[in-house]
Every structure is written in C-alpha cells, then in structure tokens.
C-alpha cells in the first residue's frame, strides 16, 4: 500500500496516511518530525514509499521564476536595479527569467538637462537649470541675479529669480518720470544710462548761489552772531562725443564756480577774552565755468 502527503491536502491526507500506517502495522509516533527547509522556489513533499513506515520528505521545484527571496508567476515583470525590463518566461518545464535593457529616449527642452535621482532612475527627468526668454526669435537662457533688458523697448527688462527651488522670470516695466523739456536747461535733455528715460538738468537745479547762515570759526575764535555766507551749488553741462578731426573722443567739463564775490568783515570772540576781525569772502554771482576734464580735454 502506497501513502503519499502533499502541503495542499495536508490536513485530510495525514489523517489518510496515519490509518494506512496502522493498517500496515506501523507506529507513526516513532517516525522522524523534522522536514526539510524548502527555499524560494521549492515546496515540501511527502511520500510512503512501498514496504516503508514513515513518510520521505523532499524539497520540490515550484513553477515559478525566483528572483533574491522572491517567486514570479510566468508573465509577470520581475523588478531589477540594473535599468532592465525583466519578466518570467516558460520554456517547457523550465521557468526563466528574461530581461532586455530599458531604451531612454528623453530630450530636454533649453533651460532642462536631464537629471538621474537614483541609480535605479534609469532614464531620469527633466530638470530645469536656467530661466528661458523668448528673445527676438531664439531662447536666452538666464542664472538667477540676471537682468535682461527687452531688444525692442529699453524701458523693459527680464529677471531670472530662484524661488524655493523654483525658476522664475519675471519682467518688470520702467515708468518715466514727466519730464518737461521748458524746465530744462539749454542743451542738457539726453537719456538715462539704460537707454529708457529722458533726462535733463532742470533750471531750478542748474548752478546758482546758495545762501546760508552759520557761526564762522577761525583759529578757535567765533562770531559773536551768525554770519549770512554764500555758495555756488547746481549742475553743468558736461559731454562726451567722437571728433572726426581729433579721431578720438572729445571731452567738454564744466562746473559751478563763482564770477562775483565780496570781503565781508566779522568781529571773532577768542577764548581769552580778546576779539578778532576777520575778513572772509561772499559769493555774489555764479556760473557754470569751463573746466579740464580728467583726460586733459577741454
């Protein structure tokens, strides 16, 4: 008689297998209780074999793919961390797995590079890496801090920004100040240096003379009252421009200087006691006078 055992029908076939044993005249309490340790892959059988007692147990291969610790059915993607498309195939009664590589095909538009986060990213991602402007036709790439004025209106301007990890560009429209050419001096209109505004030297800022009234100090003495001085204060002219006969760059400076002054005479109180008099110079007329510039020009 013949008694098999298997792990799907454990349960009723032992039952089966104990009374063919005591039919047999066997004692199954004497048999052995250890059972192979079956891996992925195998499962525990166990047989009478003719003429025997107790039961044989062996380790059986399942039909499955086994991949580290883990079973595959057939058909099913096997995970790999070496950038392969892996699956389980069957080959007759052999179970195998078959693995092609995985074909990147990605392309970043500008301002992007792809960026591989782990090494089992196999293609990895866009990311992006600079602000993009659109730029008469053709893509400007910007860093952060960057400052890119328009080609068709200088009052305009793009800014690449890096906001919590995020690239942002921005553009920002400069509004010109109301300038009325009336009250500016003669000569003085020219544009602002980024090309966007008009500016001038307005006549009430143009050199003139500037009053004040101060104590005037001398050698530790001072005035015993304050003491009406006068300055020149304002803007003059000054212009840079090519010269075809100099073939150079022609320099004109000027600046506010003084035309007509006065000596005025104050009374000076020292420390000791002892008074002063002091002869000091007050500025009556101003002008904007020709000056040498850095270069030597006139």
């Known amino acids: 008689m013949n008694c098999s055992v298997t792990t799907s029908d454990w349960g009723r076939e032992i039952v089966n297998c104990i009374v063919c044993a005591i039919a047999q005249g066997c004692?199954?309490?004497?048999?052995s209780d250890t059972y192979p340790n079956c891996g992925p892959g195998f499962e525990l059988k166990g047989t009478i074999k003719e003429?025997?007692?107790?039961?044989?147990y062996v380790c059986e291969p399942k039909r499955v793919c086994v991949s580290g610790n883990a079973e595959y059915l057939p058909g099913s993607h096997v995970y790999s961390e070496k950038c392969?498309?892996?699956?389980?195939?069957?080959?007759g009664k052999n179970y195998t797995i078959s693995c092609n590589p995985i074909v990147c095909?990605?392309?970043?538009?500008?301002?992007?590079?792809?960026?591989?986060?782990?090494p089992s990213d196999c293609c990895g991602s866009c990311q992006q890496t600079n602000?993009?402007?659109?730029?008469d036709g053709s893509h400007r790439l910007m860093t952060p801090g960057d400052v890119l004025p328009s080609m068709n209106n200088k009052c305009t301007v793009y800014k690449c920004s890096l906001i919590n990890d995020?690239?942002?560009?921005?553009?920002?429209?400069?509004?010109?100040?109301l300038l009325n050419e009336e009250d500016c001096e003669h000569g003085s209109i020219q544009l602002s240096p980024d090309g966007c505004c008009k500016t001038c030297i307005h006549k009430n800022d143009s050199c003139k003379v500037q009053a004040s009234d101060d104590y005037l100090t001398y050698q530790g003495c001072t005035s015993v009252t304050r003491v009406k001085m006068s300055r020149c204060e304002g803007s003059?002219?000054?212009?840079?421009?090519?010269?075809?006969?100099?073939?150079?760059?022609s320099h004109t400076c000027s600046c506010c200087q003084e035309v007509q002054t006065t000596t005025n005479e104050v009374k000076l109180r020292c420390p000791d006691g002892t008074s002063l008099d002091y002869k000091y110079i007050d500025v009556q007329e101003c002008q904007c006078t020709g000056t040498k510039c850095p270069d030597g020009n006139v």
Do not use: L
Not at 239 to 248: E, I, V, W
């Open 131 to 135: 602000c993009v402007v659109n730029y």
């Open 236 to 249: 003059c002219r000054t212009s840079a421009m090519y010269s075809a006969h100099a073939k150079t760059m």
């Open 166 to 177: 995020q690239f942002v560009t921005t553009v920002s429209q400069t509004s010109c100040p």
């Open 27 to 31: 004692d199954p309490n004497r048999c």
């Open 84 to 91: 392969e498309n892996c699956v389980c195939a069957q080959h």
């Open 105 to 118: 095909n990605i392309k970043c538009p500008a301002g992007f590079k792809v960026n591989k986060n782990s």
């Open 51 to 56: 003429g025997h007692c107790c039961h044989t």
